[in-house]
């Protein structure tokens, strides 16, 4: 049995992952279940499936769980700070690691697993989104294997020949016959709304995605489809694509999550229900085929296919990402940020829905094209375009 951690254990991404291990109970052991702040979610978990080591990033959090584990004496290990966390992610007791932290936050732990050479379920955008190049070359240097969670580029990573899928990051798309990646996306709840009615979208409107079950976060930027911008980002780095190799289509159905077109002429697709524990199950099975858990496609259900080319006057955050990501690392960086921030304030009601491509149009803009050379200052540009999001927001932008 592998020893898996899980990061980000009390999100979507965390449980369809639990869901993956109770269907397949002898693959893994549960090393590390490690969260924020969700301490009821945390304590039934440890209740379930006993993980030998516990850890939560908020600190109150992690007092009021402490209490509950010990009041109920289950033998689970509280890790005390990060740096425990990120001795432990680097250590014997842990062979894969679910990355799954939304946001930047998760960076840092990521990135501590691929330089300890482990082998990467990749769920968080950010790593790649904010350190690219980067993180690829640690990726490279380390020996760590890289298994794509993301449903498109789970689906892309199975179209691709072996001789490319061994060498994520450094694929030689052309040299192996590929014409181009086709990224598909629903286009979110807001397909066919009119964009006079754009300024009124409350976030009760924009969580709510047609074919997908989600946290709040991806929700949103599934609306915006800001979430294709930064899978685009994604790709490009995944798959060593230049921007002739990656196209954005819109496919409302979630049936397709993505192909891979040939040279020949051939286009090869990956279909399934829109279900995350199906590339969850592909990479936990080391690519073999391994119960999910999930109902399989019924063709005979009135399935059907539809596809269109993204509008980027809907879409606007679309645009900026793409253009983003041939801007530099501080541009993919600053855009993320800006988004993080965006989004937040859209939730708390504090800027209109039309406003989150506004405000990272507006940090995107004020960002310096500087070269990156360390994590470190990814870390800061990211903090600083934070700031300067809610500096913007707090002078110009308040409803």
Not at 27 to 35: D, F, K, P
Not at 100 to 125: C, D, M, Q, R, S
Not at 314 to 342: F, H, M, W
Request: proline content about 3%.
């Amino acid at each position: 049995m592998k020893k898996l951690a899980i990061l980000g254990a009390t999100g979507s991404i965390g449980a369809s992952t639990l869901s993956v291990c109770r269907a397949n109970p002898d693959l893994y052991q549960i090393t590390l279940l490690a969260a924020a702040s969700s301490v009821d979610k945390m304590f039934l978990l440890c209740q379930e499936f006993s993980p030998l080591y516990v850890s939560m990033s908020d600190k109150n959090s992690r007092v009021l769980l402490a209490e509950r584990l010990k009041q109920a004496a289950l033998p689970c290990q509280l890790l005390k700070d990060q740096t425990e966390l990120l001795q432990l992610l680097g250590s014997n007791e842990v062979d894969s690691v679910m990355a799954a932290i939304v946001g930047g936050a998760g960076l840092t732990t990521t990135l501590a697993a691929v330089n300890a050479g482990k082998e990467i379920f990749l769920a968080n955008k950010e790593a790649l989104v904010m350190s690219g190049a980067l993180f690829i070359d640690a990726v490279i240097k380390s020996g760590a294997k890289l298994w794509p969670v993301d449903s498109e580029h789970n689906a892309i990573y199975q179209a691709l020949s072996p001789n490319l899928q061994n060498n994520i990051g450094a694929c030689d798309l052309h040299g192996q016959g590929v014409a181009k990646i086709l990224l598909t996306g629903s286009g979110g709840p807001f397909l066919e709304k009119k964009l006079s009615d754009f300024a009124t979208i409350t976030a009760a409107q924009a969580v709510k995605h047609p074919n997908w079950s989600m946290g709040q976060k991806i929700s949103i930027d599934s609306a915006t489809m800001m979430n294709k911008g930064l899978e685009y980002i994604e790709a490009r780095w995944l798959f060593n694509a230049s921007r002739e190799q990656l196209q954005v289509v819109i496919h409302p159905q979630s049936v397709i999550h993505s192909m891979v077109q040939y040279k020949d002429g051939s286009v090869i697709a990956q279909m399934g229900n829109p279900d995350m524990r199906i590339p969850i199950a592909h990479v936990m099975g080391g690519g073999q085929r391994i119960d999910s858990g999930a109902a399989t496609l019924d063709f005979f259900s009135g399935v059907n296919f539809n596809f269109s080319e993204p509008d980027f006057g809907r879409y606007p955050c679309l645009k900026l990402a793409i253009d983003a990501c041939y801007q530099g690392q501080q541009a993919t960086t600053s855009l993320n940020a800006a988004n993080e921030v965006a989004v937040d304030a859209f939730l708390n009601q504090q800027i209109k829905f039309t406003q989150i491509s506004q405000l990272v149009e507006r940090v995107l803009t004020n960002t310096d094209t500087q070269p990156i050379n360390s994590i470190e200052h990814l870390l800061e540009i990211d903090s600083e375009s934070k700031a300067l999001a809610r500096q913007i927001i707090k002078r110009d932008l308040l409803c």
